[in-house]
């Protein structure tokens, strides 16, 4: 079954009708946005965008507080339509969802001031000039989402863009469009001035038309192989980008973790939003001494997840039915190729029509698909390693890098290991959380992606750096300016000789 269908239309637009991946009925439908629309609506956000930039961080802080607070008092009405997007647990919309989005609004409420006001760094070397670093606006933002959170991952890079005044344009991805738009719906509660953020929603041609619509930035959030074609389309626009792309992620357990801890993080890791998590749990490499005990306890404590749609229940079903397919595939490989399916294995259509149920595989190798490709699926392949190393040259052994989590009782050795590890972001001891720790700059390795966002280098990465060289004494002229003489030369060989070839001046530079 699909989720996304045209439809057919008399106004000359094209329609998409979508349904809920929890009761397959139809939740609505949208009108795509053109790309003639997309170049009005740039247009529209570049003239909106100078006054919002000339407000102050104070005066956007209100907007995003007044957000943060009818989120938080009128949760349900957001969780509701969340929920109908993604068939998710109402626990899950709200932790993965709408807490993080309080956070979000808040922390950057707080914290834009600080990071992006003027700075005044010490200049070594041409003392006779003062530096001021300024953070300008880039302009119009275009953002371009996935269907897997789609609510935070368009309302966390939209705040963060806002509050660097900017005006943005978000693209939901249209299998969730009504979660996307709820970050416009909230924004414009609080009072967020017209046209500063405007949702465009459609598919892939309307994303496309964002790229090349004349936007100053894209944040894109999505698969490996759209991310090569934005990547690419930003290219020939001279426009920066930020590609948050797939993964497959690794566990790596020592032989000294706390299992207990370690199974239940495995499976919450591999099994959180039924598997569709960008940073999820997707192999694990766990030492020999202790596999036979971790494995009995990962097994047990998946068999006792609840799977459904409705209801209280644990893990939901795909939201995107087509993931079903690679999740088959994948699987098909791997027990072709002598895998061994410890529990799952096979479609829930009991729990909901796209529900597969969570999966614990053993025997797996190497060169299997489960363990190449990003399944974004509930499915965790665990593999047996004598050691540390063995573990850090599996896992980085893969095109992604985008996290991974190792752990052990002795910190210092799981940090040890973490610095090995060829990815964005490691987590000791705990599931992947980095994206939800505002401070932390995110973003992946290799395929995974290119560039950060979240933390001070995500908010500077919606601005330009100005740097302003201002000279302090105004001499009638700058020894370095012409007539070029011996004499000057010899001066400047005197400084050189000075700054670089005398203890004080080495100290100095
Ligand atoms: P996708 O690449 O199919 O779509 C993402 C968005 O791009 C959608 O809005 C889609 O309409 C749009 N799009 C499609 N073609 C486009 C084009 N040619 N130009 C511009 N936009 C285009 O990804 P998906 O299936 O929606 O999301 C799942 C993927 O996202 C997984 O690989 C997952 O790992 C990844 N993801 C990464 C992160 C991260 O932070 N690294 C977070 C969440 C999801």
């Known amino acids: 079954m699909a989720i996304v269908v045209p439809v057919d239309t008399t106004d000359g637009r094209r329609h998409l009708r979508v349904a809920s991946p929890a009761t397959q009925e139809v939740t609505g439908d ?4 053109s790309a003639d629309d997309v170049r009005a609506a740039v247009a529209r956000a570049r003239a909106a965008q100078p006054a919002w930039a000339a407000t102050s961080f104070a005066e956007r802080a209100v907007i995003m507080r007044r957000a943060a607070e009818i ?11 969340i929920r109908r997007d993604t068939g998710r647990s109402q626990f899950e919309s709200l932790m993965m969802e709408v807490f993080p989005a309080l956070d979000s609004l808040t922390y950057y409420a707080k914290h834009a001031a600080a990071i992006l006001g003027d700075r005044r760094p010490g200049l070594h070397l041409l003392r006779t000039k003062k530096l001021l670093v300024t953070y300008r606006p880039l302009g119009v933002v275009g953002i371009i989402t996935p269907w897997n959170g789609p609510f935070i991952l368009g309302l966390n890079p939209t705040v963060q863009a806002l509050m660097a005044g900017n005006a943005v344009l978000l693209k939901p991805s249209e299998v969730t469009p009504f979660a996307g738009a709820l970050v416009g719906e909230l924004l414009a509660e609080a009072g967020l001035p017209a046209d500063v953020l405007q949702i465009v929603q459609g598919d892939g041609a309307t994303g496309a038309a964002l790229v090349d619509g004349g936007v ?15 990547g690419e389309a930003c290219g020939r626009n001279l426009i920066p980008c930020t590609l948050e792309l797939g993964g497959k992620d690794a566990m790596i357990v020592c032989d000294d973790a ?31 001494g202790i596999a036979e005990d971790f494995i009995r306890r990962v097994v047990e404590k998946t068999r006792a997840l609840r799977q459904g749609t409705d209801g209280e229940f644990d893990v939901g079903p795909m939201i995107w039915p087509r993931q079903l397919d690679t999740i088959e595939r994948h699987m098909a490989d791997a027990v072709a190729r002598g895998a061994t399916v410890r529990c799952g294995g096979r479609r829930n259509l009991e729990a909901g029509e796209l529900c597969y149920e969570p999966t614990v595989l053993t025997d797996v190798t190497h060169d299997m698909l489960i363990m190449q490709d990003e399944t974004f699926g509930p499915i965790l392949p665990i593999v047996v390693v004598a050691d540390d190393d063995e573990a850090i040259r599996l896992a980085n052994d893969s095109r992604y890098g985008l996290s991974g ?10 940090v040890a290991i973490a610095k090995r590890l060829d990815t964005g972001s490691v987590c000791v001891n705990d599931s992947s959380i980095t994206y939800g720790a505002c401070e932390a700059p995110f973003g992946g390795r290799k395929a995974s992606g290119v560039g950060q966002v979240n933390g001070d280098t995500g ?15 105004g001499p009638k002229e700058e020894q370095v300016w012409y007539p070029y003489t011996a004499d000057k030369e010899r001066t400047l060989q005197k400084v050189i000789r000075w700054v670089w070839g005398t203890p004080l001046g080495r100290w100095m530079s």
């Open 258 to 288: 706390d299992l207990e801890r370690a199974a239940g993080g495995a499976v919450f890791g591999a099994f959180f939003n039924a598997g569709q998590f960008c940073c999820g749990t997707e192999r694990v490499y766990v030492h020999q």
């Open 405 to 414: 989590t190792v752990w052990s009782k002795d910190k210092a050795r799981a």
């Open 71 to 81: 989120l938080r008092t009128d949760q349900a009405r957001f969780i509701d339509v």
């Open 30 to 33: 949208i009108s795509v946005t």
């Open 216 to 230: 100053d930035k894209i944040s894109f959030t999505g698969s490996v192989a759209t991310g090569r074609k934005v």
């Open 459 to 473: 908010l500077r990465g919606y601005c330009h750096a100005q740097p302003i060289l201002v000279d302090r004494f």
